[in-house]
């Protein structure tokens, strides 16, 4: 185990890992920063360049941008009061009234240490309970992977919508998707309509891009013509460590928070925007000073920044053991894995445990480079903030079209992602999500492999095949649940409304 973890180490302060490292920090905390751009989207747009890399590092990088991006969506919150990613809406309340008074510097130094914090916790919490839970998938079948590609794909259809319907019909139209390619029983290409590159399926990574990342710049160039430029506050009071009486008044905050976030985030489906509401609302519910909240309490900040990034760590333990993505950018980062040849379950700890491992302890690494980069970064990301969108949405097309040619050198992989950023495009528009239909896409075929040879074992008898198994029988009831929870709290949500 010694020379195990000798290895890793090793391997983390590699050459190659500590500039994916730097790249996915540095990275993620500008792609955060910029309002518009998401941690999603940055993951999509750096999956391309790690097809070439060390796996290891790779998945590292990915990692890093995800974290980051989560974490620099505080500072465009505060500065603009305009949150840089959905999961900073919660910190825009009090971050913003506290650079209004003259104390942005407070409020950035809070937000860094805080989301460093729980970056960690969440990451030791991925390095202690993910190995001994991917044990559990030994024990899977076909009926098992077949009930679990079921029960990630009505968890993230129902809980990344407003709607259920809306978040189901992009999970079936993802479905539909992942039909098209060779029949995985007679070898006959299904619609492919005579076009050979489709006989191995629709491209996944091209399809990634162009749902969370060319979409995007259509969306913001709608308003690009009538954006207005933005002016960041000034941090005038600035110091890079955080004193005492801070630390004293926020380590409980802190560390409540990161639990929350490190739960929240290991549930199918609830991600960073959650947590971060969740987090503010505990924070403001054990604070002595409940009065403050709104006019710049810093436990406002630190509060939802520590739960957000702790749901990072948290999204990705399902992820590693079961192949669940947590979190829309879990599901894209799911794909990352899938390029590189990593299967979740229990060969990422045994056959691949060296480019696990390695990927896990950098991530506890990135997160505590998180708070060294944002200080440093912090008093320069406000010319960051001030980019406007017809600058910036070419830059990323060039981007989604370099990245979409690099994975196969091929003119029709660049095609596949225009039409799905239309369609991505056109989905935003009418209120659905994108991630259930990569969700679709990547378990689909999973889903129709296990029911195919379940159907083959069972012998005629598949209803008494699947209750006969006891994790089969469990996964049916998860299944259920997210399919019957969203009704029921919109249903309580009408009722407080009404009372």
């Not at 993620?28 to 999956?47: E, F, K, N, Q, R």
């Amino acid at each position: 185990m010694e020379l195990t973890l000798l290895q890793v180490i090793k391997h983390v302060f590699s050459f190659q890992c500590l500039i994916a490292m730097a790249i996915g920090v540095v990275g993620g905390i500008v792609v955060g920063a910029l309002p518009g751009l998401t941690a999603t989207m940055g993951v999509a747009l750096l999956v391309p360049v790690t097809f070439g890399m060390d796996p290891a590092a790779g998945i590292l990088m990915l990692m890093a941008i995800y974290t980051s991006a989560i974490y620099g969506g505080s500072m465009s919150a505060i500065l603009l009061h305009t949150p840089g990613t959905p999961a900073s809406a919660a910190t825009a309340i009090d971050g913003y009234a506290l650079t209004q008074q003259g104390q942005a510097g407070t409020a950035i130094r809070v937000s860094t240490y805080s989301s460093m914090v729980g970056g960690l916790i969440s990451s030791f919490f991925l390095l202690l309970l993910a190995p001994p839970l991917s044990m559990i998938s030994l024990k899977f079948g076909p009926p098992e992977y077949f009930l679990l590609a079921l029960f990630g794909l009505s968890v993230i259809s129902s809980l990344t919508s407003g709607s259920l319907v809306k978040g189901l019909i992009s999970a079936v139209f993802g479905l539909l998707l992942g039909t098209i390619g060779v029949d995985v029983n007679t070898g006959f290409p299904r619609f492919t309509f005579g076009i050979t590159s489709l006989e191995s399926g629709v491209s996944l990574v091209p399809a990634m891009i162009g749902l969370f990342s060319l979409s995007q710049v259509f969306i913001m160039s709608e308003t690009a013509r009538e954006e207005k430029h933005r002016e960041a506050n000034a941090i005038r009071d600035w110091r890079f460590f955080p004193s005492l009486s801070e630390i004293k008044a926020l380590k409980n905050t802190v560390l409540r928070s990161s639990i929350i976030g490190v739960i929240i985030g290991m549930l199918p489906g609830a991600g960073g925007d959650i947590a971060s509401w969740v987090g503010y609302n505990e924070a403001k519910r054990f604070s002595k000073h409940p009065e403050k909240f709104g006019h710049g309490a810093i436990e406002g900040v630190a509060g939802p920044e520590a739960a957000n990034n702790a749901v990072t760590g948290g999204a990705l333990i399902p992820l590693f053991t079961l192949g669940i993505p947590g979190s829309a950018t879990a599901a894209v980062l799911l794909g990352g894995l899938m390029i590189h040849g990593l299967i979740p379950g229990r060969e990422l700890f045994t056959k691949y445990a060296e480019i696990t491992y390695t990927a896990m302890v950098g991530f506890i690494f990135a997160n505590i480079f998180i708070g060294i980069a944002g200080m440093l970064l912090a008093r320069y990301v406000t010319y960051v903030t001030r980019v406007p969108a017809r600058v910036l949405a070419p830059s990323i097309v060039a981007l989604c079209v370099i990245g979409s040619f690099a994975i196969g050198n091929n003119m029709f992989d660049v095609w596949t992602m225009v039409f799905f950023g239309g369609v991505g495009y056109l989905m935003r528009k009418y209120g659905f999500h994108p991630a259930p239909v990569v969700l679709g896409l990547i378990l689909g075929p999973m889903a129709e492999l296990g029911f195919r040879q379940s159907l083959l074992l069972a012998k005629g008898s598949i209803v008494s095949y699947y209750l006969s198994r006891p994790i089969s029988v469990v996964l049916l009831v998860l299944i259920v649940a997210s399919l019957i929870s969203p009704v029921i709290l919109e249903r309580r949500m009408q009722a407080k409304a009404n009372a």
